[in-house]
């Protein structure tokens, strides 16, 4: 990992830096439309373009992500940076689970599978291996419960720019 990307970890539990974060999703969605999915989160941590369908537009939703590998899945958390309220990306996929994740320039179709019990578990404590302060957004979020997804590809992968960003 970059010396930036490590203190970018360091940095992660503190409230200046959750809102900071949320304040440049949009130039990531742009940084990650304009390398078409090459380079998302200024190539510092894992992360990827999660395209969904916007549970009441019905119009596609890109948002950049952390992730972690697993097995030929990505498991995402819907941390929403500690905030109270549940991500919009994660309602659209409880509403529509067929996605598309962007990976180093590759478009993957995905299915997303809530976890819960000991998978959830097993999940959880990779995301916070790879990104230690998903445990203080989870603190931050009080009595809402942060859901973990594992996203299941399901075709082949093809090439090309990333869906836009909406």
């Given at each position: 990992?970059?010396?930036?990307?490590?203190?970018?970890?360091?940095?992660?539990?503190?409230?200046?830096?959750?809102?900071?974060?949320?304040?440049?999703?949009?130039?990531?969605?742009?940084?990650?439309?304009?390398?078409?999915?090459?380079?998302?989160?200024?190539?510092?941590?894992?992360?990827?373009?999660?395209?969904?369908?916007?549970?009441?537009?019905?119009?596609?939703?890109?948002?950049?992500?952390?992730?972690?590998?697993?097995?030929d899945g990505?498991?995402?958390?819907?941390?929403?940076?500690?905030?109270?309220?549940?991500?919009?990306?994660?309602?659209?996929?409880?509403?529509?689970p067929t996605?598309?994740?962007t990976l180093?320039?590759?478009?993957?179709?995905?299915?997303?599978?809530?976890?819960?019990?000991?998978?959830?578990?097993?999940?959880?404590?990779?995301?916070?291996?790879?990104?230690?302060?998903?445990?203080?957004?989870?603190?931050?979020?009080?009595?809402?419960?942060?859901?973990?997804?594992?996203?299941?590809?399901?075709?082949?992968?093809?090439?090309?720019?990333?869906?836009?960003?909406?």
């Amino acid at each position: 990992m970059s010396v930036l990307g490590t203190l970018a970890r360091r940095l992660g539990h503190r409230r200046w830096f959750a809102a900071a974060g949320r304040l440049l999703v949009p130039a990531d969605r742009l940084v990650g439309r304009l390398t078409r999915g090459r380079v998302v989160a200024l190539g510092l941590i894992p992360s990827l373009v999660i395209t969904t369908t916007g549970r009441r537009s019905g119009r596609p939703r890109s948002n950049p992500l952390l992730y972690v590998p697993d097995g030929d899945g990505y498991v995402v958390v819907g941390s929403n940076w500690g905030q109270p309220s549940q991500p919009a990306w994660a309602l659209n996929l409880i509403a529509e689970p067929t996605a598309e994740v962007t990976l180093a320039g590759r478009r993957i179709p995905v299915r997303a599978e809530l976890a819960t019990g000991a998978e959830r578990e097993r999940l959880w404590r990779l995301l916070v291996t790879e990104w230690p302060a998903y445990r203080t957004y989870a603190q931050r979020a009080g009595d809402r419960e942060i859901r973990v997804f594992r996203l299941v590809p399901t075709g082949a992968a093809g090439t090309g720019g990333a869906a836009s960003a909406d």
